[in-house]
């Protein structure tokens, strides 16, 4: 996989979100985020996903998921890209590589899902 000089670290244990991600076709494995991290990193970004050792390219939204839920808390949520599976109550490390959009408010499931098919798309070019 590609590597570049950006190195922001997250680490925790993997909570439930609200169960949507998975009926948009993109389920998320979703952390713990503090009220420190509120507006730092957030948006859309190409990350490495690290569970029990082993890398996983994956997509991050780090926001309110303003299209779906209102008055929100920040969550940090990733979309591995290239894996299946439980990991609820697993630690994942996530490591921000590259930006790629600002989180938006949309104006419909289906405007959402195409853009987050796009961004798994740049993410992979990103890291791949
Ligand atoms: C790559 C990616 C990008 C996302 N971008 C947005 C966004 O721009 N706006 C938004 O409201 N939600 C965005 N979301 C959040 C989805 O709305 C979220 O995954 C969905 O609400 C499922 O939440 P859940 O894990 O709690 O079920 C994004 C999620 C992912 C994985």
Redesign the pocket.
Known sequence: MKTNTLNIKLVGEVIY??????T?G?P?A?LRASDSLSGVGSG?WAAIATIDGTEHPA???I?R?????ENGDV?I???LLDFEGNLYGRTLEIELRQFIRP????ASREA?CA??TL??ESARKALI
């Open positions: 979100g609200n169960g949507l991600g998975r948009l993109f998320t979703n859309v997509v991050v939204n926001g998921s303003p299209s779906v839920v969550r949520e990733a979309h989180e938006q408010k949309f959402l853009q987050i961004d798994c």
